[in-house]
């Protein structure tokens, strides 16, 4: 006689989104401790609990491939803003800002507030913030980034300039400790000053660690602007020179006079990825958000506030109106409001959709998490995926835009064991409801969960259900050297 196997859980019925962009199949899921049992026909497995999903979808956790929740995943574990998105991964250390490794005795330079409040904050050591993920856990999975910024501030004294040959000795040597520690790559944001002062050179000098240690390089570019093509050929050459993967950072084609111009910078993508591994991300909507200083020569029509030291109660408010009110041009209320921060409207629909729409787009909410007004993307990122451009626009099939969040970003980040249902991977999981899923967060009111996410799993323990989180938090610190080597280019067509 056989024995009946036995699991913890099995969801019946279900729509399953496999999360390679196959078509969905309907069936039964297994769970047993944090890993996927079976998938697809479950035979007679019986389980402790069982739950009926039918009409309901169920696929592969989403990855969150561009954020700055370095700070919030130790202040606010609990990590709502995105658990409540389906999100059960999240990348960190973007844009050249990370949390370590820093120590420094003043105020950080911009952009770095925008990770912190007070330099205390920051870790010396990638280490022991790891440790800190690992101890005080989050309820999803991280993987970390060493920034470059970071790295300056933590050897330079002054860093209008481009590093010398003993800074970048020691930039180096910083960083090849946080890979070891277990950091998944270098970021950088050459678009920021005083950042926008390092030479391309400076970047390939560090990037070779990165190759000895088969970590990757994602990158806020210099110029996403004007000089669009000029900035994605100096990222190319990082990639070819040190030998890495790159991941372009919220792609986008930012200023009205280039709107449009994601014809072009997708074609350039296109043609060098025949060549080297490159990856992209993009989030939903036409406003970027960023510090007030980065933009004060490059303001748009709107822009909304989203903090303001000085004038905490701008946040929420057109620059337009306080500018008036204060009786100053809007360069001159940037300049009052700062430091601050904003929301700018700066992007086409037309370049949102194309960008969104390219077969190696994977999504990043570049989401805000400290920000008083924060831009909606923060909440509303993936739902708004799913609902507004799957349902409503209908630019891709719902399982192309879950393959944008879950196995690409898994090949891209080398998420060993996720990304895709499968039986033996972690059970990194959310239920929705195709028919009803969709983004609360707006410009106006920006701080709102999301409708349709029924149940989110990370690591086999659900910790978002029924619009509640459960208080489980059973998130990992991924390290490098429990990553996948780096795979690109897994797009099915
Ligand atoms: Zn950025
Ligand atoms: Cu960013």
Redesign the pocket.
């Known amino acids: 006689m056989s024995q009946t196997k036995k699991t913890d859980l099995i969801l019946r019925n279900a729509r399953l989104i496999d999360g390679t962009g196959a078509s969905s199949q309907y069936g039964d899921l297994a769970i047993l401790d944090d890993r996927l049992l079976a998938v697809g026909e479950l035979g007679d497995l019986q389980a402790g609990r069982e739950l009926d999903v039918a009409g309901k979808a169920v696929c592969p956790g989403f990855v969150d491939t561009?954020t700055h929740d370095d700070r919030v995943l130790l202040s606010d574990p609990k990590m709502n803003c995105k658990v409540s998105q389906g999100v059960t991964t999240v990348v960190t250390g973007?844009?050249g800002i990370s949390l370590a490794p820093l120590r420094i005795d003043q105020s950080p330079p911009p952009p770095l507030d925008i990770l912190v409040e007070r330099e205390d904050q920051f870790f010396a050591d990638f280490g022991k913030y790891l440790l800190a993920l690992t101890e005080n856990p989050p309820s999803l999975n991280a993987v970390c980034q060493v920034g470059h910024t970071t790295l300056r501030a933590a050897v330079m004294d002054s860093y209008d300039r481009p590093a010398i040959g003993k800074e970048i000795r020691k930039m180096r040597k910083l960083l090849e400790h946080s890979l070891e520690a277990g950091a998944c790559g270098m970021s950088t944001?050459l678009?920021y000053a005083p950042a926008n002062a390092a030479p391309t050179s400076e970047v390939i000098e560090l990037s070779h660690a990165l190759y000895e240690h088969k970590a990757l390089h994602t990158t806020?570019m210099r110029d996403e602007g004007e000089r669009i093509a000029d900035s994605l050929r100096e990222t190319f050459a990082i990639g070819a020179e040190a030998q890495i993967p790159v991941v372009i950072?919220?792609h986008k084609c930012s200023g009205a006079p280039n709107h449009g111009r994601s014809a072009e910078t997708l074609t350039l993508i296109d043609q060098a990825s025949k060549g080297q591994p490159l990856g992209l991300d993009a989030y939903p909507y036409t406003a970027g958000s960023?510090v007030l200083s980065a933009m004060g020569n490059l303001l748009p029509e709107r822009v909304l506030i989203t903090w303001s030291e000085p004038f905490p109660e701008a946040a929420g408010r057109e620059l337009s109106e306080i500018a008036e009110e204060l009786a100053m041009s809007e360069q001159e209320a940037v300049e009052a409001l700062s430091p601050g921060g904003g929301i700018f409207f700066m992007m086409d629909e037309e370049d949102v959709r194309r960008i969104l729409a390219f077969p190696n787009t994977m999504i990043g909410s570049?989401g805000l998490p400290s920000d008083a007004h924060p831009h909606p993307r923060l909440w509303g990122t993936f739902p708004r995926v799913l609902g507004h451009y799957v349902r409503d626009v209908k630019l891709f099939t719902l399982e192309e835009a879950v393959r944008k969040m879950t196995s690409l970003p898994a090949a891209c980040f080398g998420l060993k064991d996720r990304g895709i249902l499968k039986a033996g991977n972690y059970a990194d999981l959310v239920i929705f409801d195709p028919d009803t899923i969709k983004d609360s967060a707006t410009f106006d009111d920006p701080i709102c969960p999301a409708q349709g996410i029924e149940q989110v799993m990370v690591n086999g323990r659900i910790v978002w259900k029924d619009g509640e989180h459960t208080g489980n938090r059973p998130g990992r610190a991924l390290r490098l050297q429990e990553l996948a080597p780096f795979r690109f280019n897994t797009s099915q067509e």
């Open positions: 561009h973007n844009c944001g678009f806020h950072s919220h960023t570049d």
